[in-house]
C-alpha cells in the first residue's frame, strides 16, 4: 500500500498534515515515508509490521522536531541485529524518547552518536530545499562557507534540527564570530559543530557532553595504555 496525503489525513482523522500529532499505520504494507515530511506537529509514530526496506526513509522524518515515540519494528529495514539497529535509529533521530516500546536512555542516544551507523543521504529533491542563492555549480562547490553550510546542516539533520538556508548561515570569516572562537586549527566539521551549539538546548547539551567525555576517554586509553597500566597496578 501506498502511503499518501489522503491516507494520513483518513487515518489521522485530520484536516491538514500541520495537525497531524499522532498516526498509526502498523500493518498496512507501506514502503515509503515520503509523505510525513509535512506532518511537522507528528509526535507518534506507529510502522510496525509494514514493508519499508531501508532506514534510508528515515530522512524524510528528520525534520519533524516534535517526533517523540517511534514504532518501526518487524519492518525489513530492522535487519538481523537489532542492537545495531536500535543505534543506527536513534543517530538519525536523536530526539526519540521511545523506540520500539523501549525507553531510549542518554547513555544509548551517546553510544548511538558515536557507533551508530550514517543514515544514506535523503533523495535529491530532499536535499533541494537549501539555497545557494544564484550561484554557479563551480562557484558554490568552490566556497568555504558552502562546505562549512553542508557540514552544519548534516549535523542539524542527524539532530532533527530544520537545515539553515544560506543567506541565514553565518561565515566565520568574519571578525565578529572570528573574535569568539579560539584559535586552533578547525576543520570544517568542528567548525559546523561550533556553530550548531548555540541552536542546542540543555537536554541536547547534555547528550553532547558525554558523547564528548566518552571520546575522549578512548582516546586517552589508546594515547596512554602504559599511564592505564601503572594506575590499575597502584590500587
Known amino acids: 500500500m501506498k502511503l499518501t496525503r489522503k491516507l494520513v489525513l483518513a487515518k489521522a482523522k485530520a484536516s ?3 495537525s497531524v500529532k499522532k498516526l498509526n499505520c502498523c500493518v498496512n ?3 515509503s515515508l515520503s509523505p510525513l515530511a509535512g506532518c511537522q506537529s507528528l509526535c507518534e509514530l506507529y510502522l510496525r509490521r509494514n514493508m519499508i526496506p531501508s532506514l534510508s526513509e528515515l530522512s524524510y522524518l528528520r525534520p519533524l522536531t516534535r517526533l517523540k ?10 535487519g538481523t541485529d537489532p542492537s545495531q539497529y536500535r543505534l543506527n535509529v536513534l543517530r538519525c533521530l536523536p530526539r526519540l524518547q521511545k523506540l520500539d516500546n523501549q525507553v531510549v536512555t542518554e547513555e544509548e542516544l551517546a553510544l548511538a ?3 551508530g551507523e550514517e543514515v ?6 530532499f536535499q533541494n530545499q537549501l539555497s545557494t542563492n544564484g550561484l554557479t555549480d563551480l562557484e558554490t562547490e568552490n566556497d568555504p562557507l558552502n562546505y562549512n553550510m553542508e557540514e552544519t546542516n548534516k549535523i542539524r539533520e542527524q539532530l532533527g534540527m530544520k537545515p539553515l538556508p544560506r543567506d541565514k548561515f553565518p561565515s566565520l ?3 565578529s564570530t572570528r573574535d569568539s572562537i579560539p584559535v586552533v586549527k578547525k576543520t570544517h566539521t568542528l567548525e559546523a559543530v561550533l556553530l550548531l551549539l548555540k541552536d542546542l538546548d540543555e537536554d541536547e547539551l547534555h547528550i553532547i557532553h558525554t558523547a564528548t567525555q566518552n571520546r575522549l576517554q578512548t582516546y586517552t586509553q589508546l594515547r596512554n595504555p602504559n599511564e592505564l597500566t601503572a594506575d590499575t597496578e597502584n590500587y
Open 29 to 31: 504494507s507501506i514502503s
Open 173 to 175: 570569516s568574519s571578525p
Open 69 to 78: 515515540v517511534l514504532w518501526l519494528a518487524e519492518n525489513p529495514c530492522c
Open 120 to 125: 544514506t543521504t535523503p533523495p535529491a529533491s
Open 16 to 18: 491538514d498534515l500541520d
Open 113 to 115: 552518536l558515536m557507533e
